[in-house]
């Protein structure tokens, strides 16, 4: 079956139920989701509701157990393992909060890795590894292992590492969550500019409301289902910019300042906050 309608992934009416009977968890629950090339979108919710479980479906890491994924058009539940793991290798970035670096290989070993799981073993493999590697900032550190690198250092070779295949998908899984507030900016910039740059769709999970700003599209998962705006809330908003009642229910929109959700009736109203928010708090 092939229904993917130009976008990088596709997930269609996707559940997983972790353990059996009495004990079971419905961790996703009928979840469907399209990302649009060179998209980027940020999925945000409370611990537990199903984050990592959804990154990791979208991946091809982990089996649905009923639903769909297509990646690239490629409908993931048809392919064997080992056309999933090239598919993975070629098609998918990921990015781990907890980095993932192998500790005894340098940093540029760990990227050159990657590049070979992918079958790209000539000598391109080690130029084209250096190259992300300088444009990452990391030009002077190829040669140090991970114990010898910052948080933030670290995270930019996983990003690396996540960017040497070409993947037109790049998955990230609370990439900033171990880095303080200045580092872990750097980092999503940069990823999202390299992202931006080359037209790669970027998925990623972070309570970090900062990200907000930068995602073309903000999700919120709560308890296995995914939605543009937080259900449990039914009361009404107001738009800051234009001064007008939505149902929250409705909100498509919204933004984070200084702490505090503000919800838009467009696009539109919410870069002019963006732009200015100064003149609508
Ligand atoms: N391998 C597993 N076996 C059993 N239950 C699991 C497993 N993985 C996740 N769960 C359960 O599924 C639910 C969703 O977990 P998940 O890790 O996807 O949440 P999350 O949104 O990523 O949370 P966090 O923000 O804390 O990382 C949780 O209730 C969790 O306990
Ligand atoms: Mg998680």
Same mark, same amino acid.
Do not use: F
């Given at each position: 079956m092939k229904s993917n309608n130009g976008k990088i992934l596709k997930m269609q009416e996707v559940s997983r139920i972790f353990? /059996?009977?009495? &004990? &079971?968890? /419905?961790?996703?629950?009928g979840v469907s989701l399209g990302i649009e090339t060179g998209e980027i979108v940020l999925i945000m919710g409370p611990s537990g509701s199903g984050k990592t479980t959804l990154l990791s479906m979208a991946g091809g890491l982990l089996k649905p157990t009923s639903g769909e994924v297509f990646v690239a058009g490629k409908n *993931?539940?048809? *392919?064997d393992a080992r056309s999933l793991s090239q598919l993975r290798l070629r098609r998918v970035g990921f990015v781990f909060q907890a980095f993932n670096l192998l500790g005894s290989l340098t940093a540029l070993e760990n990227v050159v890795l990657a590049k070979n799981l992918a079958r790209r073993t000539d000598k391109a493999a080690e130029t084209d590894s250096k190259a992300i590697l300088d444009r990452l900032g990391l030009g002077q550190r190829l040669a140090h292992v991970p114990a010898d690198l910052s948080g933030g250092e670290k995270q930019r070779v996983a990003i690396a590492r996540a960017l040497v295949n070409d993947p037109p998908l790049i998955l990230a899984d609370e990439p900033t969550g171990n880095l303080d507030s200045h580092s872990g900016r750097e980092v999503m910039m940069l990823l999202f500019d390299l992202a931006r740059e080359e037209g790669r769709s970027v998925v990623v999970v972070s309570h970090d409301p900062r990200i907000v700003d930068i995602a073309d599209r903000v999700l919120w998962l709560e308890d296995g289902r995914l939605s543009t705006k937080r259900s449990e809330l039914e009361e009404k908003v107001r738009d800051p910019v234009c001064g007008m009642q939505m149902d929250i229910k409705d909100v498509a929109f919204t933004a984070i300042h200084h702490g505090q959700v503000y919800h838009f009736c467009s696009e539109k109203c919410r870069q002019k906050f963006l732009e200015d928010s100064g003149r609508f708090t």
């Open positions: 353990g /059996k009977g009495t &004990a &079971a968890v /419905k961790a996703i629950d *993931l539940s048809e *392919l």
